[in-house]
């Protein structure tokens, strides 16, 4: 929406009949020179220039490519008058990316716009014949203006609902539904409203009239004002359409019923007399907005003499990485998998994609940042390097992972997870939950995740997740977090023999949330899959792959599967060569192992099967690696003491492999060594010493003393991080020597117990 505003409120009003295009002494000038370098498809589709025209372009296929050649070879054989051709996108970073494009191929003159943009420019030089007096206000923002119509409506909407209060509107307006239809609209098309409809539809009517008595409107005005002009006024229609006849629509998949409308109103009776569209129906992943590639897969219904090319040569990605869409999309099914594309890479083979089954999420986290330092330190740049996630609220863990190996990082699309609003709240919360000597919300509760769990819930905070998606589905997963968060520095602290109460746990909060300042400047991108569309990297992490993520659990009917199958392929089109895609059984450490990899690997990953698959594809053939840690994690069956052969319960007799009343094989001067070094490296760090690891931890070594990397790896509370970091210091120790001391080793020790 920035992006959006930005494009919108630059430029001049309108862009008339008699421009003044500047020349670029560097442009490719004539219509050779314009077609040299295109693929056989693409230079199809640059010489089709009469409408109507379909181009059907598969990830990494080169479409923006094919069409600013096309426009640029139709000016260069006079065929199009520059100042005559509008080429419209959705987003303002593609519309200036084609307007440069076009620039360097001597195309000056021809105007590359959002929707929005190209609306508003018409609006803003129309209004006064049509209308009269001034233009209404374009409000920046509507959140503001829809929660004063909540209150004026008497319901009480907390911050965070705005943002899904805000976007049904928006829905509405872009399907074109008035306030009166939206209920009845909304039970027929199935959509998961993020409140009663009768509510919405009442905020929606009240905001709607505070608008107009403002004599502002909101972007989808911008878009509805203008169509009725040119309905109303065939006067003024009919100037817009001797000034552009030659349109050009980008990404036209995700084209909304309002923005078709407008385009029928530009391009007039005669319909596709001069339109060229660009699309995939497979990588249609906004329906949630209104967008529809219902337009894109009929197009040749309503222009049935139209011109359709496909661009099936993909330039991006690996031979491995192609195979593996292809793969993913053999199995979809509905209409727009009827009209798949079967990309054939163009490069060079690369790495196979690699599939990794972990334990817990921890793990994953931890090892997919230690993947990440490994391409790091083998030369591929930090800003070629993605993980992406189905949800926001996925991020935390991995933020945290990549600071923990001080990897620099950047999140796309949402605050990084101590920086968002519901989160800095909670913080206030809690410590003044901390500070209190007595507090009726904390006193009855029965451990210290249930005291966070009393806080959370004066915030709306349930036991279970909301319905649906969006903003109110984002902040209750920021809060689970910190519940989760909470479960886990209780076990940790209860296994060391520690006590813990609310005011240790916000202190853990606090160096958390200091340890994750990393520098954002060539980071590794954090993005969800929504926010990767139009992306692309050297190297990509798929996370989180499991049943009730990806799909996810709010998607019930058959569309809205196939729509999150299409939120995949546009993950793994993302990568040009290194793939790797990852799942684990349960969410924290020691946790139940019930989950199940994404029904969407089925077929895929090496060992499972695809019920109905087309045959002949096959999967990639890397192989599911074990996670790095989940050998050392896994429990294959009753952990019974290594003394009397009892089956052990508690977690510190766990640790141990002994019960507590059993003798002890501990090497007292051993453990005394072991704590004397961890409170120096607590010391360096500034943190905790169980940071470093726990008593528990420490006990244990001490009893089963390591001769090397392996056995010191089996050890519970050695994790991964742990054992690169400190490994080597603790065999030292183990050994009767000395461990080197490293003074500029000031890093956080990570967190492979649990805190």
């Not at 094989?665 to 940071?691: C, I, S």
């Amino acid at each position: 929406m920035e992006r959006m505003q930005e494009d919108l409120l630059s430029g001049s009003p309108y862009d008339g009949p008699h421009g003044s295009p500047w020349a670029d002494p560097g442009a490719a000038t004539g219509p050779d020179a314009v077609l040299a370098g295109l693929d056989p498809e693409q230079r199809a589709v640059a010489t089709a220039l009469q409408g109507p025209v379909c181009v059907l372009a598969g990830a990494g296929t080169g479409k923006t490519r094919a069409i600013t050649h096309r426009i640029a070879y139709g000016v260069s054989s006079g065929v199009y008058h520059p100042q005559q051709v509008l080429a419209v996108t959705f987003t303002a970073r593609a519309a200036g990316e084609m307007r440069g494009r076009l620039r360097q191929l001597g195309a000056e003159g021809v105007q590359a716009r959002t929707f929005h943009a190209a609306a508003l420019r018409q609006l803003q030089y129309f209004w006064p014949r049509a209308v009269g007096g001034p233009v209404p206000q374009l409000l920046e923002r509507k959140v503001q203006l829809v929660a004063e119509a909540a209150g004026r409506c008497g319901l009480r909407v907390q911050r965070t609902e705005l943002r899904d209060l805000t976007a049904e509107i928006e829905w509405a307006k872009v399907t074109q539904i008035a306030p009166e239809d939206y209920p009845v609209a909304v039970a027929k098309s199935g959509r998961e409203a993020p409140r009663d409809p009768a509510e919405t539809a009442q905020v929606y009517r009240v905001y709607e009239e505070a608008k107009s008595r403002r004599g502002s409107m909101d972007f989808e005005d911008v878009l509805l004002l203008t169509a009725a002009i040119l309905e109303d006024r065939p006067d003024i229609a009919d100037q817009v359409r001797s000034q552009y006849r030659h349109f050009t629509v980008d990404e036209y998949q995700d084209v909304s019923p309002l923005q078709q409308r407008l385009l029928d109103r530009w391009t007039g009776p005669d319909g596709g007399a001069s339109l060229c569209v660009v699309g995939d129906a497979s990588q249609t992943i906004y329906s949630f907005t209104g967008a529809t590639p219902d337009y894109l897969l009929n197009f040749r219904n309503r222009h049935p003499g139209a011109t359709v090319v496909k661009l099936v040569r993909d330039y991006r990605s690996t031979p491995q990485v192609v195979h593996l869409a292809n793969g993913l999309l053999s199995q979809a099914r509905g209409e727009a998998a009827r009209h798949r594309l079967e990309l054939v890479s163009q490069r060079e083979a690369g790495p196979e994609p690699v599939y990794t089954e972990y334990e817990d999420e921890p793990t994953e986290a931890e090892t997919t940042a230690r993947r990440i330092k490994e391409l790091l330190a083998a030369g591929v740049r930090a800003s070629e390097i993605a993980v992406l996630f189905r949800t926001n609220g996925q991020s935390e863990v991995y933020e945290q992972a990549l600071a923990d190996l001080n990897v620099p990082y950047q999140l796309k699309g949402a605050e990084r997870f101590f920086e968002r609003p519901e989160v800095r709240d909670a913080g206030v919360l809690l410590r003044g939950a901390a500070r209190a000597a007595s507090d009726p919300l904390t006193d009855d509760a029965p451990d210290l995740a249930g005291q966070v769990r009393a806080v959370l819930a004066t915030r709306g905070f349930t036991a279970e997740p909301p319905a649906g998606s969006g903003a109110v589905r984002d902040r209750w997963e920021s809060l689970a977090a910190l519940v989760r968060l909470a479960e886990e520095f209780e076990r940790t602290r209860t296994e060391a023999g520690q006590g813990t109460d609310l005011s240790a746990y916000v202190a853990e909060l606090d160096a958390r949330a200091a340890a994750q300042h990393a520098p954002a400047v060539e980071g590794v991108t954090l993005a969800s899959l929504h926010a990767a569309k139009g992306l692309e990297w050297d190297a990509v992490f798929l996370v989180g792959l499991t049943e009730g993520t990806l799909p996810i659990i709010y998607a019930k009917t058959d569309e809205q599967v196939e729509e999150e199958r299409r939120l995949l392929y546009v993950g793994v089109t993302r990568a040009r060569k290194h793939l790797s895609l990852s799942w684990a059984l349960s969410r924290s450490p020691g946790g139940r192992a019930s989950r199940k990899p994404s029904r969407f690997l089925d077929g895929l990953r090496p060992g499972s099967t695809a019920p109905g698959a087309r045959t002949g594809v096959r999967g990639g053939r890397g192989g599911v690696e074990p996670g790095e840690r989940s050998a050392a994690r896994r429990v294959r069956g009753p952990v019974k003491c290594r003394v009397c052969d009892k089956v052990l319960t508690e977690a510190v007799e766990r640790k141990l492999r002994r019960c507590e009343s059993c003798p002890s094989t501990m090497d007292e001067g051993l453990y005394e060594r072991l704590r004397e070094w961890r409170a120096r490296q607590a010391k360096k760090q500034g943190a905790p010493a169980y940071v470093v690891f726990t008593d528990a931890t420490l006990m244990a070594i001490a009893e089963d003393v390591p001769a090397g990397r392996g056995e010191l790896a089996a050890i519970s509370g050695v994790g991964a991080l742990k054992l690169d970091k400190y490994g080597a210091a603790v065999l030292s120790l183990c050994a009767g020597e000395e461990p080197e001391e490293d003074p500029d080793d000031v890093e956080d020790g990570g967190s492979d117990d649990p805190a």
